[in-house]
């Protein structure tokens, strides 16, 4: 069975910092590239950061540029988001997801994904 599992959400206070992980499973993820997502209450889903499959091109979302950074360990079949200088409109369940075809397609419709991690952050 193919999964992926995040963990490491949780609550936080606004200015601070989380790590979030994702294993994957079932398959060898290290041939796919990677991606966090994210949806907050009553919106749509939206990509956070991604990272190819070697792990030498990265491509984040605006609003987390500075403070967000995507890493991975193919040896390990993980991958991680380490969130710092989090603010309440931070807030969201995190989703893991992956794709074999690449940096294009993880960041619009990937193939893989994973049930969720919540962060939460207070004001």
């Known amino acids: 069975q193919v999964q992926l599992v995040e963990s490491g959400g949780g609550l936080v206070q606004a200015g601070g910092s989380l790590r979030l992980s994702c294993v994957g499973s079932?398959?060898?993820?290290?041939?796919?590239?990677m991606a966090w997502f994210r949806q907050a209450p009553g919106k749509e889903r939206e990509f956070v950061a991604g990272?190819?499959?070697?792990?030498?091109?990265?491509y984040y979302w605006d609003s987390v540029k500075g403070r967000f950074n995507i890493s991975r360990d193919n040896a390990k079949n993980t991958m991680t988001l380490q969130m710092n200088s989090l603010a309440p409109e931070d807030t969201a369940v995190y989703y893991c997801?992956?794709?074999?075809?690449?940096?294009?397609?993880?960041?619009?419709?990937?193939?893989?994904w994973g049930q969720g991690t919540q962060v939460t952050v207070s004001s």
């Open positions: 997801a992956a794709d074999p075809i690449g940096l294009w397609a993880v960041r619009r419709t990937p193939q893989y």
């Open positions: 079932g398959r060898n993820f290290s041939s796919d590239a």
């Open positions: 990272i190819s499959r070697f792990a030498d091109e990265t």
